[in-house]
């Protein structure tokens, strides 16, 4: 079993709808989830990061943890064609400094 | 610009030859990690360096690749002797807690 596992895509909404993208991990014992996304050519950007379980809200984002079931979850709202890129999901699996571990990540097609 | 620099942006080099990697971490950060993405792959973790000293390696194949980061300059990663499947894109990361940021990259590409 991979250690971080995403849906590659593409996936394709329309503007204007709310994107959803999902990640499972392995370890039961990680400790932080981020958000990336990756435009073409381009490096990661952090997008958000969460620790504890439930919902984190940042404008148009929502990233979703649920420990139990070793999901977590990025929603976009209102999604915009310069939402389309690659998602990265990256899990830590131990708190303070340690390597991320990444998912292959998922590309958001927004379709205006 | 306060964010994590790398240099050179694009790098080409014949097989055999060595490439060098710079990584200047963003300001106030000590900790930096170099990640390597090949072609439709997802990143993978090579090693992670504190000032002066390597802190873990495990990502970083045992031969030909090596990593520093002196006291004074940025950090290094130096590829010995390049193949063909060396090709990537080779990011550094700074972190101060365990948020890490991500530099530009570099791509390399052996002919």
């Known amino acids: 079993q991979k250690e971080v596992e995403q849906n590659s895509g593409p996936l394709s909404v329309p503007e204007g709808a709310i994107a959803s993208l999902n990640c499972t991990y392995s370890?039961?014992?990680?400790?932080?989830f981020f958000w990336y996304r990756q435009y073409s050519g381009k490096s990661p950007e952090l997008i958000m990061f969460?620790?504890?379980?439930g919902d984190k809200e940042d404008g148009r984002f929502t990233a979703q943890l649920n420990k139990a079931s070793q999901y977590v979850s990025l929603l976009i709202r209102d999604s915009q064609p310069s939402d389309s890129a690659t998602y990265l999901c990256?899990?830590?699996?131990?708190?303070?400094?340690?390597?991320?571990?990444f998912g292959k990540g998922t590309r958001l097609s927004v379709i205006a | 610009n306060a964010g994590v620099m790398q240099n050179p942006r694009h790098l080409v080099r014949r097989r055999g030859q060595e490439a060098r990697l710079r990584c200047s971490p963003m300001?106030?950060?000590?900790?930096v990690y170099w990640y390597r993405q090949l072609p439709e792959e997802g990143l993978k973790f090579m090693v992670y360096?504190?000032?002066?000293?390597?802190?873990?390696e495990s990502g970083m194949p045992k031969e030909r690749f090596s990593a520093e980061f002196p006291k004074e300059g940025p950090s290094i990663l130096r590829i010995q002797q390049v193949v063909r499947g060396d090709s990537a894109a080779y990011f550094c990361?700074?972190?101060?807690?365990?948020?890490?940021?991500f530099g530009p990259g570099t791509r390399l590409t052996v002919l």
């Open positions: 990256a899990v830590n699996r131990n708190s303070g400094n340690t390597p991320l571990v």
């Open positions: 370890d039961r014992g990680s400790q932080s």
């Open positions: 969460i620790y504890s379980n």
């Open positions: 300001k106030g950060h000590s900790h």
């Open positions: 360096l504190q000032k002066e000293n390597i802190i873990d």
């Open positions: 990361a700074s972190a101060d807690l365990d948020t890490q940021y």
